[in-house]
């Protein structure tokens, strides 16, 4: 059965590119060639649904329906939390913690992305409450994100088979081994322990054995100025075929190709790269075969530094 009224899908569609920039928040977008392929590939949906015979059109129409005012719905709810939150006044002691707990995370966050690993274990292992202040300043921002990456990734990893093992570097606070600790083996590591499902340890020297693990994530824990020590990591301790899941902020990339290029030095296979809400880039690996150089050129990441508010 052909659909009876293609004017639906056409304002389902004009919903979804009004819900995308919602989500970007006026946001410049970084690469707008990319909003022209969403668009054709929207059109070339459109004519595909108008064209082919299917007694489930108007289901599917229903449903994309019922999903982006979902979208919205929760959009709606979260501002109107944010206002709410903002009437309350807050006292001048209050306040100034405040603006001290985000002057200490600044520059924890400044130290981590300019030292190499193991004086970032250090610096923590001096100062035993710079990791709580440090994931403390880390929480507030990520409710501010248009979306957290963890939550992109976790997805994914519900399809792996109840035998996978999973190896979290740059946990904080073990998200994945919470959701997913049940299901698969979990290892979750970080520079700091901060509760049972977690061990510390440098990300250059991974206290797991070599090949024995199908999925290593790095989500927003590539800082170190030894990252290529990250990647060499990974590639031990990974089977053959396994995959690496990579989630950084876009502004990182001072040169994506060249970043992804030598990744595939490193032995890997680019499977897929994916950028989310224009901000936060997705990468996939797979393990194909042994490293041809140990540090390659285009290996780097900018510094992710926040502003003084």
């Given at each position: 059965?052909?659909?009876?009224?293609?004017?639906?899908?056409e304002?389902i569609?004009?919903?979804?590119?009004?819900n995308?920039?919602?989500?970007?928040?006026?946001?410049?977008r970084?690469r707008?060639?990319?909003?022209?392929?969403r668009?054709a590939a929207?059109k070339?949906?459109?004519v595909e649904?108008?064209?082919?015979?299917?007694?489930?059109n108007?289901?599917?129409?229903k449903?994309i329906k019922?999903k982006f005012k979902?979208k919205?719905?929760?959009?709606?709810e979260?501002?109107r939390?944010?206002?709410?939150d903002?009437s309350k006044?807050?006292?001048?002691k209050?306040?100034?913690?405040d603006?001290l707990?985000?002057s200490r995370?600044?520059?924890?966050?400044?130290q981590?992305?300019?030292?190499?690993s193991?004086?970032?274990?250090?610096?923590?292992a001096e100062?035993?409450?710079?990791f709580?202040?440090?994931h403390?300043?880390y929480?507030?921002?990520?409710?501010?994100?248009p979306?957290?990456?963890?939550?992109v990734?976790?997805?994914?990893?519900r399809k792996?088979?109840a035998?996978?093992?999973?190896v979290?570097?740059?946990c904080?606070?073990?998200k994945?081994a919470k959701?997913?600790?049940k299901?698969?083996t979990?290892?979750s590591?970080?520079?700091?322990?901060?509760?049972?499902?977690?061990?510390?340890?440098d990300?250059?020297?991974?206290?797991?054995?070599?090949?024995?693990?199908?999925?290593?994530?790095?989500?927003?824990s590539?800082?170190?100025t030894?990252?290529?020590?990250?990647?060499?990591?990974?590639?031990r301790?990974?089977?053959t075929?396994g995959?690496?899941?990579?989630?950084e902020?876009?502004?990182?990339?001072?040169?994506?190709?060249?970043?992804l290029?030598?990744?595939e030095?490193?032995?890997?296979?680019?499977?897929?790269?994916?950028?989310?809400?224009?901000y936060?880039?997705l990468?996939?690996?797979?393990?194909?075969?042994?490293?041809?150089?140990?540090?390659?050129?285009?290996?780097?990441?900018?510094?992710?530094?926040?502003?003084?508010r």
């Open positions: 059965m052909l659909i009876k009224n293609p004017d639906k899908v304002i569609f004009v919903m979804a590119e009004e995308e920039v919602l989500l970007s928040e006026t946001k410049k970084k707008p060639w990319r909003a022209a392929v668009k929207k070339a949906k459109l649904l108008k064209s082919t015979p299917s007694n489930e108007e289901e599917i129409l449903d019922e979902l919205i719905k929760k959009r709606k979260k501002k939390a944010l206002k709410v903002k006044p807050k006292d001048k209050e306040e100034l913690v603006k707990t985000s995370f600044r520059y924890l966050n400044e981590l992305y300019t030292m190499d193991a004086d970032a274990k250090n610096l923590f100062d035993e409450t710079a709580q202040a440090y403390k300043g929480r507030s921002q990520v409710e501010k994100w979306i957290n990456p963890v939550n990734i976790i997805k994914h990893l792996l088979p035998e996978s093992v999973i979290d570097l740059g904080g606070d073990a994945i959701t997913l600790g299901k698969n979990v290892h590591f970080d520079l700091v322990s901060n509760n049972p499902l977690v061990k510390a340890c990300m250059s020297n991974i206290p797991i054995e070599d090949q024995s693990a199908d999925v290593v994530v790095f989500c927003l590539l800082m170190g030894n990252l290529a020590d990250f990647i060499r990591e990974a590639h301790i990974l089977k075929g995959i690496v899941k990579i989630a902020v876009w502004s990182r990339f001072k040169n994506l190709k060249k970043f290029r030598a990744l030095q490193m032995g890997f296979k680019v499977a897929n790269e994916k950028l989310l809400n224009d936060f880039e990468i996939t690996l797979k393990k194909i075969g042994k490293i041809e150089k140990k540090r390659p050129l285009g290996l780097t990441l900018e510094p992710c530094f926040y502003k003084k």
